[in-house]
């Protein structure tokens, strides 16, 4: 099937107005984690004594979810990206709340759901939602005064990094910390409060410290205060070493059989070991141009709303990216946290995808009164002098 631009379908108008080398680099990334699937998912199923290519047809399976995902919100508008955002968020912290009562542990920790026989992250699925609508609340904030939008982003923070407390998952908790923060900076509050909030985040981190053992000691392990490097962290660095640049080949490393997740948060490590540092470089070479390339589409927005909902969402997948790679390599205590789109992981890939399809669907080029700020309707424009055609009254 050919498209052109004199047609005028939903699927046409959504292919020539999205960033095509952004969403080439995301189809790269998901293919990517595809390969890897086949790499280092049987290990890992003989390890746990399931058929050989479980985890790889499972990871297809959630590939495809993402594809089903990716595409049909990517063609959604401002006001519909921002509608899916809050049911994303507000239902997905009600799971979450569930999870606490009615969830699995797993390793000490309350973070699972189980529905219809698969299992699954609540808080996955709060955060893209929790990033745009956190982006909508700071961007009117930030402009009009009349109204507690700040103080309602504050909350919403508060309220999710409470329940990811409560669960524990310290590494997500940060991660949506540290986007928060860039997006209240993104959406122009004055310095002296950037001050106080990581004057908060400090004491976060400190009251965790003594509060939490499990996160004690990891990172008392990784400052050298007495705890030892974890047996998977050594393992991953020694796959660096052993791969060095171009790695011992596609299915041939040894390491990964001894790494119990590295189908998952030590996926890179097995990159390193089979294909070399010269292929993690790639990967982050990947993982930076989608984050860049999207922050780079944000500035040319006129929208704030879709400015800071875009860098919130760019700095969710580039974070979580930077954070699975430092661990990967001992630069951070061991957290957890899956790479984008190659570990296997079905809520997180669905939850990526969701953020990526956001970004791609924000970013498409569309007239500028698309993307009004929420709650200006025509009547407004209408005011100022400006006149708005029935295609936008009904956007």
Request: aromatic share 10%; hydrophobic share 60%.
């Amino acid at each position: 099937m050919r498209l052109s631009r004199a047609e005028r379908s939903l699927l046409s108008d959504w292919w020539f107005s999205v960033d095509h080398r952004l969403l080439a680099a995301v189809l790269f990334l998901m293919l990517a984690g595809m390969v890897m699937a086949f790499g280092a998912g049987p290990p890992a199923a003989a390890r746990l004594g399931l058929p050989d290519f479980y985890f790889v047809e499972r990871h297809a399976l959630f590939l495809l979810a993402g594809l089903a995902v990716l595409v049909p919100v990517s063609m959604l508008g401002p006001r519909g990206v921002r509608r899916l955002a809050l049911f994303l968020c507000f239902f997905g912290l009600a799971l979450m709340v569930v999870a606490l009562y009615q969830g699995v542990a797993l390793n000490g920790a309350v973070r699972w759901v189980h529905f219809a026989g698969l299992a699954f992250q609540p808080s996955e699925i709060v955060k893209p939602g929790f990033v745009v609508i956190s982006a909508w609340l700071l961007s009117e904030g930030a402009q009009r005064h009349d109204v507690p939008a700040t103080e309602f982003a504050l909350a919403l923070l508060i309220l999710f990094a409470g329940l990811l407390a409560m669960q524990p998952d310290i590494g997500q908790l940060a991660l949506i910390a540290m986007v928060w923060a860039g997006m209240f900076m993104a959406a122009g509050y004055p310095l002296r409060w950037m001050l106080a909030i990581a004057l908060a985040g400090i004491a976060g981190l400190v009251a965790i410290y003594f509060s939490l053992p499990h996160a004690a000691e990891r990172i008392d392990a990784f400052m050298g205060w007495g705890g030892t490097v974890s047996d998977q962290t050594a393992i991953a660095l020694s796959a660096f070493s052993e791969g060095g640049w171009f790695g011992r080949g596609p299915g041939e490393g040894v390491l990964k059989t001894r790494l119990p997740d590295a189908h998952n948060d030590y996926v890179f490590a097995v990159i390193a070991e089979e294909l070399g540092i010269a292929a993690c470089l790639l990967l982050v070479g990947v993982y930076a141009f989608v984050t860049l390339r999207a922050v780079a589409g944000a500035l040319t927005q006129h929208s704030p709303f879709v400015r800071v909902a875009i860098s919130g969402l760019a700095m969710l997948f580039g974070f979580q990216a930077l954070i699975n790679m430092a661990v990967n390599v001992n630069l951070l205590p061991a957290k957890g946290m899956t790479l984008p789109f190659i570990s296997y992981g079905g809520s997180s890939l669905v939850s990526m995808a969701m953020a990526m399809a956001m970004i791609i669907a924000l970013s498409r080029r569309r007239p500028n009164t698309e993307a009004l700020s929420w709650p200006e309707r025509p009547a407004d424009m209408q005011a100022a002098g400006v006149a708005a055609s029935p295609r936008e009254i009904r956007t």
